[in-house]
């Protein structure tokens, strides 16, 4: 049984969600597709790996987080973790890393690699736009394409990103590129012509027969994205639009060669907080 069928979906729109249905439809979702992500999508990710998007493209090669020895010893959280094998990769670097998910159904599949690699890492199961942190109580903060693109409200996700770090901490993650918004959710020829506005925000949501979401993703410009992490203290350091590999020819949803190619399909945010 498919995820859709399991809640009922019978339906496409895009309308406006609150904060609340967006967080109810999420977490539902999560939790009946977590097994089927992890059999899809689980050799790709690892169970100790810290892979930033489809491209490929890891924290062992790119060092957003810090160079290569600087994270031993740093507290780090991980936001959105799904199953955390980017913080048991953390925990081989010597880093002591917090991994939060809004799934149970996920947290359930991080317990389950962390027995099988003998790497456990401290799980909490939380919505992002509320961290249940303390103030000022990590180095740094990541998320690998988690929580952000779901939440109505990513601007307290920032704010809170800001609230947890120390000063100068840094703040990096990973979302789908902002442009693919405009383009139809598809690998193939269909993918390339712009279909809808890139200016319209409208987000993404499949329902129920009730009406009831089921599922809800949001689109925000590079513009909004940019304007959110100033006003919670971040400056930008870098903006990272990884290129797909010439020789990587494995699908993962809207990701292909083929877009690849021609589009960015990943934008990762590399930031740091003020003092």
Known sequence: ????????????????????????????WWDA???DYHAEHGAFLGDSDFVWGPEGLREEQARLLGPAGSL?????LEVGAGSAMCSRWLVGQGARPVAFDVSAGMLRHA???AARTGTPVPLVQADA??????????????????????VADSAAVMAEAAR????????VFAVSHPIRWAFPDSPGPDGLTATMSYFDRSPYVEFDAAGQATYV???????DRVRELVAAGFRLLDLIEPEWPE???????????????LLPGTAIFVTELGD
């Open 1 to 28: 049984m498919g995820t859709e069928t399991e809640l009922g979906t019978v339906g496409v729109a895009r309308r406006a969600v609150d904060v609340a249905e967006s967080a109810r439809a999420n977490r539902r």
């Open 33 to 35: 597709d977590a097994d």
């Open 72 to 76: 031993a010893g740093r507290s780090v």
């Open 111 to 113: 317990v389950e690699a």
């Open 129 to 150: 736009q509320r961290m249940p942190f303390l103030a000022d109580s990590f180095d740094l903060a990541f998320s690998a394409f988690g929580a952000i693109p779901f």
């Open 164 to 171: 947890v770090l120390r000063p100068g901490g840094r703040w």
């Open 217 to 223: 993703e949001q689109h925000r410009t590079l513009g």
């Open 247 to 261: 020789d990587q020819t494995q699908e993962w949803g809207q990701w292909s060669a083929l877009r690849g190619r």
